[in-house]
């Protein structure tokens, strides 16, 4: 068997797209465009990409970007002060702090000051403890773009066996919780969980976000599951040339794709649907605090 491959970058296109057409309905109708603020602390190299990526889907989705770099040696106070400025400014609706942030700063303090409304990100506790019991919250990006493509192949999610591999607060939990309330039946395997493979081999669908290049085999896989790659990993590549690099994910995608019913490529994959999540996750929260109908497609 040979799984079908999962194509993110073409369905994050389109939910771009359909963001696109109600952010100029939005301005057209209520004379409202939403604004996404982006604060990058330091200058670490993979951020500082993302931050860019951010800043050009922001602006051709119709949107206002603010984007506040500032020098790694900003305190902790000079940047909650700036999350508060943000917090008060009604043309922005939407604030992502880009994490990690550097060492001297705490980073649950500077999360948890962002007004739960602009927390596009959904990592306020607030919005934790609202999808943790099922209410409306902001759900955190890459997991709300992981369930788009996983309903997107399956009508229907429930009664499936869900194994996510990895329990961060960024991914893992999240997207436990987004899959529990889809009715899956939902286990969080990690790196200290026993007999990891029979584990996995008991999923119909299977999200890898533990940060360790090709560890999902296909041996691992049940025939005809879905695999959901989350990883980012940057290996050596010398067959590409003398001290190449490649981005693969957490699984091994040649190996599960023979086993698999359907899987996500990286790159190309889960990744390009984060922005686009951010993007439809900054036109919900313009849309509510306006009191407008929020568009449903693209909420959890
Ligand atoms: N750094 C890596 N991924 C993310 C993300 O999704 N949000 C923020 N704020 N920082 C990140």
């Known amino acids: 068997m040979s799984a079908d491959v999962i194509d993110g970058k073409a369905f994050a296109a389109r939910v771009r797209t359909e963001v696109a057409g109600h952010v100029t309905r939005l301005r057209t109708d209520h004379g409202i465009t939403p604004g996404l603020a982006v604060v990058l602390v330091g200058e670490d190299p993979a951020s500082q990409v993302y931050v860019r990526s951010k800043g050009r889907q922001t602006a051709e989705a119709g949107m206002n970007g603010f984007e506040h770099r500032l020098a790694a040696s900003t305190s902790e106070e000079d940047l909650l002060a700036l999350v508060n400025n943000l917090n008060a400014d009604p043309a922005v609706h939407g604030i ?10 705490d980073e649950a303090l500077v999360i948890n000051a962002i007004d739960p409304a602009k927390d596009v990100d959904g990592f306020h506790v607030s919005n934790v403890g609202l ?26 999610l429930s009664g499936m066996n869900a194994v996510v591999i990895g329990r961060s ?8 919780q987004l899959l529990l309330l889809d009715s899956c039946t939902v286990t969080v395997a990690h790196s200290r969980t026993r007999q990891l493979p029979d584990v996995v081999r008991q999923a119909d669908i299977v999200v890898a976000a533990v940060g360790r290049a090709r560890m999902v085999r296909g041996d691992w896989i049940k025939p005809g599951a879905t695999v959901v790659d989350v990883g980012i990993n940057r290996i050596a590549a010398p067959e590409m040339g003398e001290g190449k690099t490649r981005l693969v994910g957490d699984v091994d995608f040649e190996d599960c794709s023979r086993v698999a019913g359907a899987i996500t490529p990286v790159p190309g994959g889960v990744g390009p649907m984060t922005i686009a999540c951010l993007l439809a996750n900054t036109l919900t929260a313009c849309c ?4 407008l109908e929020e568009p449903e497609r693209l909420t959890a």
């Open 96 to 105: 992502l702090v880009q994490l990690p942030l550097p060492d001297h700063i």
């Open 169 to 176: 607060n960024i991914v893992g939990k999240p997207m436990a």
């Open 131 to 156: 999808l943790g019991t099922g209410q409306k919250s902001m759900v955190p990006c890459t997991p709300l773009g992981c369930l788009m493509l996983l309903r997107d192949r399956h009508e229907c």
């Open 288 to 291: 509510r605090v306006n009191g």
